[in-house]
């Protein structure tokens, strides 16, 4: 019986390569460059990636407070139970750690007793990009 060739001492693998009858034992200068070329770029792969969802998490994050605060200044028209003027109005509203900025649009409808009201958040007074967008209708209610 032949012993394998490549089943050696350990101490062998820092000794030259033997060829023997069957080839080589060990790997050639190519297949390790392979493996360092993969070990090297995958690692960055996965930090990308993660770096990629960090980033969409706090859009989502952002955009989730925007809601709210266009909601809250949408609640804010309809408990005062006021009718808003047509026009347009810009004020800070504030969310969690962002201090966003809010444009109100308000449009006179087809029916003289209601009014489209449109409530715009942006992350900065001179932003063109809208986080969040709601619209309401309000109607205009005699007090009681």
């Known amino acids: 019986m032949t ?7 350990p101490l062998d693998a820092l000794r030259p390569v033997r060829e023997s009858r069957g080839g080589t034992c060990g790997f050639t200068l190519i297949e390790v460059l392979v493996a360092l070329a ?3 770029i995958a690692p960055n792969a996965v930090l990308r990636a993660m770096g990629a969802l960090a980033a969409d998490t706090e859009t989502a994050r952002a955009r989730m407070l925007a809601l709210w605060s266009a909601d809250n200044a949408l609640s804010a028209v309809r408990i005062s139970r006021t009718f ?9 509203c504030p969310q969690g750690q962002y201090r966003f900025f809010c444009r109100q649009t308000v449009r006179a409808s087809s029916s003289p007793l209601l ?7 942006y992350l900065f007074a001179a932003s063109r990009a809208a986080l969040a967008e709601v ?10």
């Open 3 to 9: 012993a394998d060739p490549c089943d050696q001492d």
């Open 38 to 40: 993969i070990v090297a």
């Open 84 to 92: 808003p003027d047509v026009g347009q109005t810009a004020f800070a």
């Open 115 to 121: 009014r489209e009201v449109s409530v715009s958040v």
């Open 135 to 144: 619209v309401t209708m309000v109607q205009d209610e005699p007090l009681h």
